[in-house]
């Protein structure tokens, strides 16, 4: 197998170990879904829309944000639903 190949694999098992109910990559799509639009959603967080960007990009190839990072985008994302934002 290619590298390329191992890699899609590697990305696949990380993206089923984060298997749970309130993993990041759902929080970032509420927010979107809440927010309207990344730009709105970046702001929110108190991140330029490059910074959110590459965190968002990361997030979706299966990098496992810093634990500073994803503790943020999960507490924003429970604010939002605890003030009653409906998806």
Same mark, same amino acid.
């Given at each position: ?11 696949k ?9 309130n993993?990041?990559e759902?929080c970032?799509?509420? /927010? ?8 709105? =959603? $970046?702001e929110?967080?108190g ?9 968002r ?14 503790? /943020? ?8 639903q =605890? $003030?009653?934002?409906s998806k």
């Amino acid at each position: 197998m290619s590298t390329r190949k191992y890699m899609y694999i590697f990305r696949k098992m990380v993206k089923n170990l984060q298997k749970e109910d309130n993993t990041v990559e759902s929080c970032v799509n509420y /927010l979107f879904e809440v927010c309207g639009s990344h730009e709105k =959603a $970046a702001e929110y967080l108190g991140y330029s829309i490059r910074q959110y960007r590459d965190i968002r990009r990361k997030i979706l190839i299966g990098y496992i944000p810093p634990p500073r990072i994803e503790n /943020l985008i999960r507490a924003k994302a429970q604010e939002l639903q =605890a $003030a009653g934002a409906s998806k």
